[in-house]
């Protein structure tokens, strides 16, 4: 059994991405695709394969969000349009009647009311079918469901996709200690991809000096000891019939087995820290589980420390940083929960106010913007500064100015990742 489109060639693929990261992940398949052509798109690359391909690029993408297959494409005007295309769908190529399925539905400028009702036409043609071959039809299962679907509604055209992916791929396997809203893993590691930063000795050292929970920290250690960003975790595909044959299965074997042997020691150091114990804490242990502070390596050395006051730990390097920002950031020993937040806190959510200490002498976020520019020329002369915020006046608040502008998408929140290369006592 194989993977394969209407004309019985290999299926298309699409991978979906934060928006601004399409062209590193098409870069990224390439990578793990030899001789593919992936192709961007809006949101995301698409790239033909059949079951292998899929289960690579699940095990292996760190940008994309998930692996999407394309069963079904065409027009449409009505829901029952939708069922129709639906039913041209050999659905028993993917699942049986004592299985599950889940539909999801996305839309651009779609004329349907109910994007509910449109799931709904999918989810009938799918268990009607079944149901008139097998006597009896699979069951809806909304969190782990054996074949989760997406429904993707344009103007005038609808495609059906099956996602191999399950849960997210920024799902890692790794994260239980949180913080105050964390970076998702597949921007972290847009971010960078981006910079060019891969892990290599010659990339030179990083540092994250504001790292909350550690997910710019620990992407980048995983890079740089070659652990594959899906090897602690589970896949939808692993339930859905295509990829239960035995070469199939022989397949994922052999390709975990090549993940797990192509694990090494870190070949360039990584620094992180944040000024609260706390989150060093779940930085810590987030490490820990994601396997890059073991017995045999330690990739990261955390330390608890101000922003504002860290000197540099080499003569050269990158600093990647998601920065806090907000109304005001209070002084440490204040008293009181200081008013820091991240990148997808509403300017007033109860996570946005709680549990970060301040920064030593820093009273609001252009104040700290300013200072930490300033430390940084006083003692990161050398080094390149990676910083994503949604300010686009940030440079200005810095009084730097940037090398490059990347506007990349943190969910709904348009981001910029500003470029910005320290030279001692000087903005130039």
Same mark, same amino acid.
């Given at each position: ?35 593919? %052509? ?7 690359v698409s790239v033909n394969g059949g079951p292998r391909e899929a289960m ?31 039913? $041209? ?86 994260? %239980? ?70 070469? %199939? ?10 993940a797990r042997a192509a694990v090494h020691a870190p070949r360039v150091a ?29 990739a990261i050395e955390f330390k608890t420390a101000d922003a504002l006051q ?16 907000? $109304? ?101």
């Open positions: 059994m194989n993977i394969e489109s209407e004309d019985h060639g290999p299926a298309q693929l699409f991978l979906p991405c934060a928006a601004g990261a399409e062209a590193w992940l098409a870069e990224e398949v390439g990578r793990l695709l030899p001789g593919s %052509e992936p192709q961007t798109r809006r949101g995301g690579a690029l699940n095990l292996g993408s760190r940008i994309a969000q998930r692996v999407l297959v394309e069963v079904m494409h065409g027009p449409y005007g009505h829901e029952d349009h939708l069922y129709a295309l639906a039913r $041209e769908v050999d659905w028993g190529h993917w699942i049986g009647p004592r299985e599950t399925l889940r539909v999801d539905v996305t839309a651009t400028r779609s004329p349907l009311k109910s994007l509910n009702f449109a799931a709904l036409r999918i989810k009938d043609a799918v268990c009607d079918q079944i149901r008139e071959r097998e006597g009896t039809r699979p069951s809806v299962e909304l969190r782990h469901p054996d074949l989760p679907l997406v429904l993707h509604l344009g103007e005038f055209e609808a495609t059906i996709y099956v996602d191999t992916s399950g849960e997210a791929l920024f799902k890692r396997g790794w994260r %239980e200690d949180k913080g105050e809203a964390p970076l998702k893993e597949t921007l972290a590691a847009a971010m960078l991809a981006a910079a060019g930063w891969q892990g290599r000795e010659e990339d030179g050292p990083l540092l994250d000096p504001v790292c909350g929970s550690g997910t710019i920290a620990i992407e980048a250690a995983q890079m740089a000891c070659g652990i594959a960003p899906g090897i602690g975790r589970r896949f939808a595909f692993e339930r859905q019939r295509p990829f239960r044959e035995a070469a %199939e299965q022989a397949a994922w074997r052999e390709l975990r087995e090549q990584i620094h992180a820290g944040d000024v609260s114990f706390r989150m060093t804490d779940f930085a810590t242990r987030n490490a820990e589980r994601a396997g890059v502070l073991t017995a045999t390596f330690k860290r000197v540099a730990p080499a003569d050269h390097g990158t600093l990647m940083l998601n920065p806090p920002y907000g $109304e005001r950031i209070e002084p440490k020993g204040a008293g009181r929960s200081p008013r820091v937040h991240r990148v997808g806190d509403p300017p007033h959510s109860a996570a946005a106010h709680a549990a970060r200490e301040g920064f030593e002498g820093a009273t609001d976020a252009a104040d700290f913007a300013s200072r930490l520019a300033a430390h940084w020329k006083r003692h990161y002369a050398g080094w390149t500064a990676w910083v994503l915020s949604p300010d686009a006046k940030l440079p200005q608040a810095m009084r730097l100015k940037e090398s490059r502008r990347i506007p990349m998408w943190n969910g709904p929140i348009e981001c910029r990742l500003f470029r910005f290369d320290m030279v001692a006592g000087s903005a130039r």
